[in-house]
């Protein structure tokens, strides 16, 4: 009988340990901006102004490929504006719609709020580069606004 009680005791302990990992691991996702271009960590001192923000690069060679071929890393470098806060949500990325706070996805590590049920759904079922296009790509005109300074 204490065999079994230590065995329950280790598997919990585990799963409390591996959701300790994984919930720290979604803060670093959704906290660290990378290049749009290398996708690397960013150097605060290679920035260049985009949409009204700040976009972050990790040296000048990516500041030169973005230049060359903006809409090629638009979703990405959208994605970096709103993983730095310089943007905030006004509506569904993919309607255009009023927000319902109850329907929200973490999309590629940050929390993406939706209309109604069925747009999150759509979403999810989609792969990790299709959801990026679908909300930092075509739905960020729609979705987010770029912060005043």
């Given at each position: 009988?204490?065999?079994?009680?230590?065995?329950?005791?280790?598997?919990?302990?585990?799963f409390?340990?591996?959701?300790?990992?994984?919930?720290?691991?979604d803060?670093?996702?959704?906290?660290?901006?990378?290049?749009?271009?290398?996708?690397?960590?960013?150097?605060?001192?290679?920035?260049?102004d985009?949409?009204?923000g700040?976009?972050?690069?990790?040296?000048?060679g990516?500041?030169?490929?973005?230049?060359?071929?903006?809409?090629?890393?638009?979703?990405?470098?959208?994605?970096?504006?709103?993983?730095?806060?310089?943007?905030?949500?006004?509506?569904?990325?993919?309607?255009?719609?009023?927000?319902?706070?109850?329907?929200?996805?973490?999309?590629?590590?940050?929390?993406?709020?939706?209309?109604c049920?069925?747009?999150?759904i759509?979403?999810?079922k989609?792969?990790?580069?299709?959801?990026?296009?679908?909300?930092?790509?075509k739905?960020?005109?729609k979705?987010?606004?770029?912060?005043?300074?």
């Amino acid at each position: 009988m204490r065999t079994i009680i230590g065995i329950c005791a280790l598997i919990g302990m585990f799963f409390v340990l591996a959701g300790t990992v994984f919930s720290a691991q979604d803060k670093t996702a959704a906290s660290a901006p990378l290049c749009p271009v290398m996708g690397g960590p960013i150097d605060k001192g290679m920035s260049i102004d985009y949409r009204g923000g700040k976009l972050y690069f990790c040296c000048k060679g990516c500041i030169s490929k973005f230049k060359a071929n903006e809409a090629k890393y638009a979703a990405l470098a959208n994605l970096q504006l709103v993983a730095t806060g310089q943007t905030r949500q006004v509506a569904c990325p993919l309607t255009g719609g009023k927000l319902d706070p109850q329907q929200v996805l973490k999309v590629s590590g940050i929390k993406v709020a939706f209309c109604c049920g069925a747009c999150p759904i759509k979403v999810a079922k989609a792969g990790a580069a299709e959801q990026l296009q679908m909300i930092f790509g075509k739905g960020f005109e729609k979705g987010f606004v770029v912060k005043k300074k």
